[in-house]
């Protein structure tokens, strides 16, 4: 019964530090199993889905030295099985990045098919798309995706993405990698974790040239070599915590942030009548009076993170006015706006859009993190509201962010991780 009790009405101030971004992290370990060298990657964030990566490639023969917490070194010099199929890998959504590492490096790879957050429709077409163009021949049967390019191996070709995927962008590129011949990916997606992942690569002996653009091109090579590698810190974290500032009106300088990656959260926060000061590797944000209204449109990089809209329409929820939240990425992004309701808020959907009206306050209920970013939404929420909050199944919420409770302690939240009754009524009677 893991949940998180919240007391709120606290106004958030101090420092916090940005742990690695989770999702350049999943990409990265998948990276280790394409060469037999020792791969090192440091900055890793300790949460469930980073460790679920971890145990996976271990479980096919991978070599792993979790050195501390936050630094692995892995060895795939003596992989035995291809196959990647367990109980915990089928709940993250990242699975396929394993397909394209092992299909680069052995030209036959099988891995359950992605779970993750219920946000809406993910399909993996544009995956199969990719492995397809590359030379494989993919198959989905009893809940696995296989990939088969043993006959004649992987040859890079021109692919074409119909829709922007980070997910299909990074898969094709970790497989033409170790292709014979020149790939060219259009349509690519732009994210920092694709940036990441390709600045990793090169540093294992790749050529790819052009990530961070809607065009990458990557010559094939024979092997790749070691590497010490650090993940880039996490903008998604780092915004959550941007944006725990303007809810509660604290003052949060958020350290060990790439401030470009945040620009799209940072021009919006400024539209509330919040002051950002920008520094070379922190972003200070001091919540304003009474938050002024706006309209947010959720787009691929360097727009609107979809990852921040539900963070975002907490603020939007205390904003004098109607704003508007319109999600154009995943059409099931709005399921967590009922629980928001029960601590309050006037947020009407009508389609793909969220209509806010602003009200006084918000006031403690009983909630469930519906998906990772939601969770987290809830949880600004509760620290906002009067009274308390309980968050329930927060296993979502500890997929993707680190040492959540402790770093909001540091900042002046009253909140707990219980795991019983007991646990929740001490905490109740401690806090008052």
């Given at each position: 019964?893991?949940k998180y009790?919240?007391?709120?009405?606290?106004?958030?101030?101090?420092d916090?530090?940005i742990?690695g971004?989770?999702n350049?992290a999943?990409a990265l370990?998948?990276?280790t199993?394409m060469?037999?060298?020792?791969v090192?990657?440091d900055?890793l964030?300790?949460v469930?889905?980073?460790?679920?990566?971890i145990d996976s490639i271990?479980?096919?023969?991978?070599?792993?030295?979790?050195?501390?917490r936050?630094?692995?070194?892995?060895?795939?010099?003596d992989i035995?099985d291809?196959v990647?199929?367990?109980?915990?890998v089928?709940?993250?959504r990242?699975?396929y990045?394993?397909?394209g590492?092992?299909?680069?490096?052995?030209?036959?790879?099988?891995?359950?098919?992605?779970?993750?957050?219920n946000?809406g429709s993910r399909?993996?077409d544009?995956?199969i798309?990719?492995?397809?163009?590359l030379?494989?021949k993919?198959?989905i049967?009893h809940?696995m995706?296989s990939?088969?390019a043993?006959e004649?191996g992987l040859?890079?070709?021109n692919?074409?993405?119909?829709?922007v995927?980070?997910?299909?962008t990074?898969s094709?590129m970790?497989?033409?990698?170790?292709?014979?011949?020149k790939?060219?990916i259009?349509?690519?997606a732009?994210?920092p974790?694709?940036?990441d992942?390709a600045n990793?690569l090169?540093t294992m002996g790749?050529?790819?040239?052009?990530?961070g653009?809607?065009?990458i091109?990557i010559?094939?090579?024979?092997?790749?070599?070691?590497?010490?590698?650090s993940v880039?810190?996490d903008?998604i974290?780092?915004?959550?915590?941007?944006?725990?500032?303007?809810?509660t009106?604290g003052?949060?300088l958020?350290?060990?942030?790439?401030?470009?990656?945040?620009?799209?959260?940072?021009a919006k926060?400024?539209?509330t009548?919040s002051?950002v000061?920008e520094?070379?590797?922190?972003?200070r944000?001091?919540g304003?009076?009474?938050?002024?209204t706006?309209?947010?449109?959720t787009?691929?990089?360097?727009g609107?993170?979809?990852d921040?809209?539900p963070?975002f329409?907490?603020?939007?929820?205390?904003?004098?006015?109607?704003s508007?939240?319109t999600?154009?990425l995943f059409?099931?992004r709005?399921?967590?706006v009922?629980e928001l309701?029960?601590m309050?808020?006037?947020i009407?959907?009508?389609?793909?859009t969220?209509i806010?009206?602003?009200?006084d306050k918000l006031?403690g209920?009983?909630v469930n993190?519906?998906?990772?970013?939601?969770?987290a939404?809830l949880?600004?929420?509760g620290i906002?509201?009067?009274?308390?909050?309980?968050?329930e199944?927060?296993?979502?919420?500890?997929r993707?962010?680190?040492?959540f409770?402790?770093?909001?302690?540091k900042?002046?939240?009253?909140i707990?991780?219980?795991?019983?009754e007991?646990e929740e009524?001490k905490?109740?009677?401690?806090?008052g």
């Amino acid at each position: 019964m893991d949940k998180y009790i919240i007391k709120g009405g606290a106004r958030l101030v101090g420092d916090v530090e940005i742990s690695g971004a989770k999702n350049a992290a999943l990409a990265l370990l998948a990276t280790t199993l394409m060469t037999d060298e020792k791969v090192v990657i440091d900055n890793l964030p300790d949460v469930k889905d980073i460790n679920i990566v971890i145990d996976s490639i271990a479980e096919i023969g991978a070599k792993v030295d979790r050195r501390d917490r936050n630094t692995v070194a892995v060895q795939a010099d003596d992989i035995y099985d291809v196959v990647v199929n367990n109980e915990y890998v089928k709940k993250i959504r990242t699975s396929y990045y394993l397909l394209g590492a092992l299909l680069g490096r052995y030209k036959y790879a099988e891995v359950t098919l992605p779970g993750g957050c219920n946000i809406g429709s993910r399909p993996i077409d544009q995956h199969i798309k990719g492995f397809k163009a590359l030379g494989a021949k993919v198959k989905i049967e009893h809940g696995m995706i296989s990939a088969d390019a043993r006959e004649h191996g992987l040859v890079g070709n021109n692919v074409y993405f119909d829709v922007v995927s980070v997910g299909a962008t990074i898969s094709v590129m970790l497989a033409a990698t170790l292709a014979e011949g020149k790939t060219r990916i259009e349509n690519a997606a732009k994210e920092p974790q694709v940036v990441d992942v390709a600045n990793m690569l090169n540093t294992m002996g790749a050529n790819i040239k052009g990530a961070g653009t809607d065009v990458i091109r990557i010559s094939g090579v024979k092997k790749l070599h070691k590497t010490e590698y650090s993940v880039i810190p996490d903008p998604i974290e780092a915004a959550t915590f941007m944006m725990a500032a303007v809810v509660t009106k604290g003052n949060i300088l958020v350290k060990n942030v790439i401030p470009k990656h945040l620009e799209a959260v940072t021009a919006k926060i400024l539209e509330t009548g919040s002051i950002v000061e920008e520094f070379d590797d922190a972003i200070r944000v001091i919540g304003g009076g009474k938050l002024e209204t706006t309209h947010i449109k959720t787009l691929p990089y360097p727009g609107f993170p979809t990852d921040m809209q539900p963070q975002f329409t907490v603020a939007l929820c205390l904003a004098g006015g109607t704003s508007t939240v319109t999600e154009s990425l995943f059409e099931s992004r709005f399921k967590y706006v009922d629980e928001l309701t029960k601590m309050g808020a006037d947020i009407r959907v009508e389609g793909n859009t969220a209509i806010i009206r602003g009200v006084d306050k918000l006031s403690g209920a009983e909630v469930n993190a519906l998906d990772l970013r939601a969770g987290a939404a809830l949880v600004l929420a509760g620290i906002v509201a009067d009274g308390f909050t309980t968050v329930e199944d927060v296993y979502f919420i500890q997929r993707g962010y680190e040492r959540f409770p402790e770093k909001l302690r540091k900042l002046g939240a009253t909140i707990e991780l219980v795991t019983s009754e007991k646990e929740e009524q001490k905490f109740r009677l401690r806090v008052g």
